[in-house]
């Protein structure tokens, strides 16, 4: 099956990682691609910011490897756009 045709859970199954990590991290990454575009900020202006090269960033944006993804590479990221963010623990249902 193609990676694009996966569901998360089955993506994360075939990974061997959690499901609701990787949901989260799908989810920084589109917030992160929908910044970038409505500040019009190109791919090469955020990776200089963040201190990546553009490719790394258009292979984030992809969700290419988002297992191995770190959440703070994502916070780091976000921080570079302008967010704030606080972590906020809750138990599960």
Known sequence: ????EMSID?????L?????EVREKQRLIQQIVKT???LKLSQVALAKKVGVTQG???QIES???TSKITFDVLLNMLTSLGYDFKIVSRKAA
């Not at 061997?16 to 609701?20: I, K």
């Open 1 to 4: 099956m193609a990676f694009k």
């Open 10 to 14: 089955e993506l994360a199954k075939s």
């Open 16 to 20: 061997n990682v959690n499901a609701n």
């Open 36 to 38: 970038r575009k409505k």
């Open 56 to 58: 790394r960033i258009a």
């Open 63 to 65: 969700g290419i490897g």
